[in-house]
């Protein structure tokens, strides 16, 4: 028995339909009449025989089964629309939409003052950013990239590591005059810690020495926030002892605000990251995201080299 090819177009309508959560506004990108695009989902449904979307006056909702299919079919449009863009001539003017996932503190901190320059250069690229501490599913969400501070695990996602990024145990200098500055994670059990909550392991504060090896400590937290700069005002006004990326106070200690302390004893390191759906093909606006944010990120005062 022959087997149908599949409908690839309906398959890539209903990724951007899910994208967008609207049939007009799907139709409206992709450049289509609306009857076009419902009678598309429908004929995907029909032919797979379940439903994908549930469709109200007011709402759209995906079903159980089109979550279950929409990472393909989000694939499907990204790799159409890759594939389109690698036939142009290099020479083409990148265009449309790029979805971006970064954390809040950084995407308000950094990211946002190099993007003036990138509209600038790019006046046919639209960038849709979307701030959030939680690490986002790109290919169910859509988006084409991502940037995270962590240590990556084993990912089928492509990463691209653009610097190191340290952590350091600060507080105000008021504050070490009257708690006393430690000099080994031990004595920390005596301080009051201002922590994030959005770690792997909240609460737990790791260190290594050259020669005495690893230690970890749970320090008794007197506020907690899933927003690590919610963190900074109290550490300036002397209220306890945080662990915190260097991007997020370096101007703090720049400024005499913050000091850090235990310098012979080094939280593990996190990284700046780029990471994109595991895909060979770029559309050539995507690109051009990823060298703009590469070339001016790994720039920042507080950047170490990716080692």
């Known amino acids: 028995m022959t087997r149908q090819l599949p409908d690839l177009e309906a398959w890539a309508i209903f990724a951007k339909v899910a994208e967008t959560g609207s049939f007009a506004r799907a139709a409206q990108e992709l450049g289509l009449a609306n009857p076009t695009v419902s009678k598309a989902i429908t004929r995907l449904e029909a032919r797979m025989g379940v439903s994908l979307l549930n469709r109200t006056s007011r709402r759209l909702a995906l079903t159980e089964g089109g979550r279950a299919v929409l ?90 590591r653009l610097c190191t990024v340290r952590l350091l145990l600060v507080a105000s200098p008021e504050y070490w005059n009257r708690a006393g500055r430690p000099t080994h994670p031990a004595e920390l059990g ?93 559309p050539l606006r995507v690109q051009a995201v990823i060298d703009h944010l590469a070339r001016t990120l790994a720039k920042a005062p507080w950047a170490l080299p990716p080692g």
């Open 71 to 160: 990472g393909r079919a989000t694939r499907i449009l990204r790799e159409g629309e890759a594939a389109e863009d690698e036939a142009k001539e290099q020479s083409a003017i990148p265009r449309g939409r790029v979805r971006i996932s970064a954390p809040v503190s950084f995407g308000i901190g950094y990211m946002a003052a190099t993007l003036p320059a990138f509209l600038e250069a790019y006046p046919e690229v639209t960038l849709d950013v979307a701030l959030s501490d939680r690490h986002v599913d790109l290919v169910a969400g859509g988006f084409d990239l991502a940037l995270r501070i962590a240590r990556l695990g084993d990912s089928s996602l492509i990463a691209r």
């Open 190 to 282: 005596h301080h009051r810690a201002l922590a994030y909550s959005g770690a792997t392991n909240p609460g737990l504060w790791r260190f290594t020495h050259p020669h005495f090896g690893d230690e970890a400590i749970m320090p008794s937290v007197a506020f907690w926030a899933d927003n690590a700069d919610m963190l900074t005002p109290a550490l300036v006004a002397g209220q306890g002892v945080a662990l915190q990326p260097e991007f997020l106070v370096w101007r703090e200690l720049r400024d005499g605000t913050l000091e850090a302390a235990m310098p012979d004893w080094a939280a593990p390191v996190l990284a700046l990251h780029l990471v994109m759906p595991p895909s060979t093909l770029r």
